[in-house]
């Protein structure tokens, strides 16, 4: 009798094992839908898949990517890897926020995440972040490192969003050195190069030797023009470090870039779901979280003045002594 009870309790032991093996060996699975953008774009859509790559790496999540050529492209989508079950699916960017909102009600046990839009349902963290402070620096580097006294902006679409980017800059610039010129000008695209090289062209043209966007892949022609103008005329990148972007015969044309950790945002909303810990919400990550600033490459090629200008400001940001402005007509 009790040899038998043991072989009893052997048995479900060993199912219990078999079960819990089971359950651990099941992968966590992220997904995400890019924006119009796409993958490619070395800035935005290209960090938030950073993120997802470092869950692999560092968690062997299984990993999607479903790329959007067109906005009517989002909701089905969305739909799509919501069908699949995957554990956390993101929605990249703040265009695909009325998407969102209508998938995340159709599927409210599913675990959402949007980056640069806010979404307040239990099933959807927001991740937010302050492109206006870090925008601040670069518009710093460039007002004390411009020759002319003249610098660019080229936004991809005029959105409030986009705008922030604009308007801290532009602050940057003016608490840097006041005389300086500003140019902006807006693609009406995220993913048109050949505009974002046009439209730089003719800021270059017209006395601009640094040109910062705010515009995705469009971005990319913006870099393209400065190297296509040479010794003297810079880009600026934003998202990811854009360096490798512009560089020519060893040398870059980007002088800067503001880092936006778009991939650690994915990266800690995508572990706290691993974790059990995911909560609707909604994050906001500025200079004082290390969730924006710029890149380490500036180092290379700004000037020393120009970076501890960068450092003293970066500072006072910090503790509160200067508010940037998120509208540009807030810009004194």
């Known amino acids: 009798m009790k040899k038998r009870i043991l072989l009893v309790c052997l048995a479900l032991t060993l199912i219990l094992s078999l079960s819990v093996t089971g359950m651990a060996a099941g992968k966590f699975r992220v997904a995400m839908v890019t924006d119009v953008g796409g993958l490619g774009d070395k800035s935005f859509n290209d960090a938030a898949y950073d993120g997802l790559k470092m869950l692999q790496k560092q968690y062997g999540a299984e990993i999607k990517v479903v790329e959007s050529s067109k906005m009517e492209d989002y909701v089905p989508n969305l739909k799509s890897l919501a069908d699949q079950k995957f554990d956390v699916i993101w929605a990249i960017g703040f265009l695909m926020q009325d998407a ?34 870090g925008s601040f620096l670069v518009g710093v580097i460039a007002a004390m490192d411009s020759k002319k006294h003249k610098v660019g902006f080229v936004g991809g679409m005029e959105f409030p969003l986009i705008k922030r980017f604009e308007a801290g800059y532009r602050a940057g610039v003016k608490a840097a050195n006041p005389k300086t010129q500003v140019f902006s000008q807006y693609a009406g695209a995220f993913d048109n190069p050949t505009k974002g090289k046009e439209l730089a062209a003719s800021q270059f043209a017209i006395g601009a030797d640094i040109i910062y966007h705010a515009a995705g892949a469009t971005g990319l022609g913006v870099i393209a023009a400065a190297k296509e103008k040479g010794e003297g005329y810079w880009a600026i990148g934003v998202d990811k470090d854009q360096y490798a972007e512009g560089l020519v015969g060893g040398k870059s044309r980007v002088i800067a870039s503001m880092i936006k950790r778009v991939d650690v945002g994915v990266l800690k909303t995508s572990v706290d779901a691993l974790n059990g810990k995911f909560s609707g919400g909604t994050v906001e990550l500025g200079l004082k979280e290390d969730g924006v600033g710029v890149s380490e490459s500036a180092k290379k090629t700004a000037s020393k003045k120009a970076l501890a200008q960068v450092e003293r400001f970066k500072k006072q940001i910090i503790a509160g002594k200067i508010k940037v402005p998120t509208d540009p007509k807030d810009v004194k």
Do not use: C, M, W
């Open 100 to 133: 969102l909102t209508e998938v995340a009600k159709a599927y409210p046990d599913q675990h959402f995440g949007i980056i640069d839009a806010e979404i307040k349902s239990p099933n959807v963290r927001s991740v937010l972040f302050k492109e206006h402070e």
